[in-house]
């Protein structure tokens, strides 16, 4: 049964405006939340985390949102750049254990 | 620079060979995994290990099995090769304790099986 999902597969959307990326999980004991970046033919790079203590987190062009009561997290991007264009797997983890990764979400960001 | 290598970028095997699939990092990282990749379904995991020697189940474990005999080396084995283990396997690591961080994933390894 898959704890962490994405339920929108891909999302276009125009550069210079924000991309919201999201992210739902079913285990209330998941502390940490990771999102990851993947290019085609390469393998998943980190991109930004939250721990369940926060419920931002920012860096640079990319916010993390954590709403802990609805089991929600948001990768945000602002302003979303042709080079964001990936597919971008979210993934939590009870801390010391394994990552629970998400489906994915394909992300275009048009020129 | 740091990093995680594995062996091939792009396998072909035919049906019921024995397939190794070799991933070494350079990181002293007591904890390596295993994923497969598939559209759909996201990343998948096959097994992992905590350390040398060690090696525990992951969601998918049925058709493969893994070595670690060193600390730097996680091989997976698929003792024989079927279509529907064809995907893209992505090989990670971890330094123990230190969850907050995430893994850092090899290149990943296109296996085609026909």
């Known amino acids: 049964d898959q704890q962490v999902k994405q339920n929108s597969p891909s999302l276009s959307v125009q550069e210079g405006r924000i991309s919201i990326l999201n992210c739902d999980y079913t285990n209330s004991m998941f502390d940490y939340f990771l999102w990851y970046k993947k290019y085609p033919a390469e393998g998943p790079t980190f991109l930004i985390s939250i721990s369940s203590i926060k419920d931002k987190n920012e860096d640079g062009r990319f916010t993390v949102f954590l709403n802990k009561s609805a089991k929600h997290l948001s990768l945000h991007i602002v302003p979303s750049q042709p080079g964001d264009s990936a597919v971008y797997f979210c993934?939590?983890?009870?801390?010391?254990?394994?990552?629970?990764f998400g489906t994915g979400t394909s992300l275009t960001v048009i020129p | 620079d740091v990093k995680v290598t594995q062996s091939s970028r792009y396998l072909v095997k035919r049906t019921g060979e024995k397939v190794f699939l070799e991933c070494v990092q350079d990181m002293d990282h007591e904890n390596m995994f295993w994923y497969r990749q598939d559209p759909g379904l996201g990343l998948r995991l096959i097994y992992f290990s905590y350390d040398v020697k060690m090696k525990e189940k992951g969601d998918i474990p049925e058709g493969y099995s893994v070595s670690r005999e060193k600390k730097e080396r996680f091989s997976l084995i698929l003792e024989s090769a079927s279509t529907n283990q064809t995907s893209m396997y992505l090989c990670?690591?971890?330094?123990?304790?230190?969850?907050?961080?995430?893994?850092?994933f090899g290149s990943g390894t296109r296996l085609t099986v026909v």
């Open positions: 993934a939590a983890s009870v801390t010391g254990n394994q990552f629970y």
């Open positions: 990670a690591s971890r330094l123990a304790g230190t969850g907050a961080y995430g893994y850092t």
